[in-house]
């Protein structure tokens, strides 16, 4: 059975940090590619950072200098370092496994000003 669990979310200031995990489970982690997307209240889902097998990454040009994707193959977990936080990162983010669709069931950020 595949899982795609995030963790740590919360409630942070305007220019605070935060780091998600999402620890992955039931795949070959280190063969494949994960994303992390976000949904905020009324908008559709969108691409925030990918990585690939090679470590090589893609980010939304609104996260661009802010967030960092990484990724641990020891410990099944693709990280999102998340600095510099604003108001309009405010939303559900979500893992996700390319190759097979799989998503994990979201953690939510909240960014207050």
């Known amino acids: 059975q595949v899982q795609l669990v995030e963790s740590g979310g919360g409630l942070v200031q305007a220019g605070g940090s935060l780091r998600l995990s999402c620890v992955v489970s039931?795949?070959?982690?280190?063969?494949?590619?994960f994303g992390w997307y976000r949904q905020a209240p009324g908008a559709q889902r969108e691409l925030v950072a990918t990585?690939?097998?090679?470590?090589?990454?893609n980010y939304a040009d609104s996260v661009k200098g802010r967030f960092t994707i990484s990724r641990d193959n020891a410990k099944s977990t693709v990280y999102l370092q998340m600095n510099s936080l604003k108001p309009e990162d405010t939303a559900v983010y979500y893992c996700?496994?390319?190759?097979?669709?799989?998503w994990g069931q979201g953690t939510q950020v909240t960014v207050s000003s």
């Open positions: 996700k496994n390319h190759l097979y669709g799989y």
């Open positions: 039931g795949l070959p982690f280190y063969v494949h590619a």
């Open positions: 990585i690939d097998t090679e470590r090589i990454t």
